[in-house]
């Protein structure tokens, strides 16, 4: 299904909770950066769960950004898997944000970090002499 006008560029997928689910049976909690996967192209996609509380249909609401990412159709029906993944996951969903305020978070985080090894390894250099 089409997302709603304000999940647009936010890389969010909407899936009502009785369906959000890993494959061991563990429900996924709003908030969540999760990985999709599409089973038949193999197709990912990181993306923010959110619950739809009017639905109680097992339909995915998606922007047309990560519709594209995974090759799907409005209406398509597919079996998607979802599984959480780790702070690297989560930058990585950062990094390639449609939402520039968080793409933009990540790479002057990223830059910060190299500056700060810099930073250290010029120290470590300076008591060295």
């Known amino acids: 299904m089409r997302a709603d006008r304000q999940d647009v560029y936010r890389d969010i997928a909407r899936i009502p909770e009785q369906?959000?689910?890993?494959?061991d049976g563990k429900t996924?909690?709003?908030?969540?950066?999760?990985?999709?996967?599409t089973?038949?192209?193999r197709r990912t996609?990181?993306?923010?769960?959110?619950?739809?509380?009017?639905s109680q249909d097992p339909v995915v609401?998606?922007?047309?950004?990560?519709?594209?990412r995974l090759g799907l159709l409005p209406g398509d029906t597919v079996c998607l898997e979802m599984r959480t993944v780790g702070l690297y996951g989560q930058w990585k969903w950062a990094w390639s944000s449609s939402d520039p305020a968080y793409r933009?978070?990540?790479?002057?985080a990223l830059l910060s970090v190299?500056?700060?090894?810099?930073g250290v390894l010029?120290?470590?250099?300076?008591?060295?002499?």
Do not use: H, Y
Not at 28 to 37: D, H, N, Q, S
Not at 45 to 54: N, S, W, Y
């Open 114 to 118: 190299v500056l700060g090894g810099v």
């Open 61 to 68: 609401w998606l922007d047309e950004r990560t519709r594209n």
């Open 45 to 54: 996609a990181f993306v923010i769960l959110r619950g739809k509380e009017d």
């Open 122 to 129: 010029l120290g470590i250099v300076s008591m060295l002499r």
């Open 19 to 23: 369906f959000r689910q890993t494959l």
């Open 39 to 41: 089973q038949g192209t």
């Open 104 to 108: 933009v978070n990540a790479r002057l």
């Open 28 to 37: 996924l909690p709003e908030g969540e950066v999760c990985k999709i996967t």
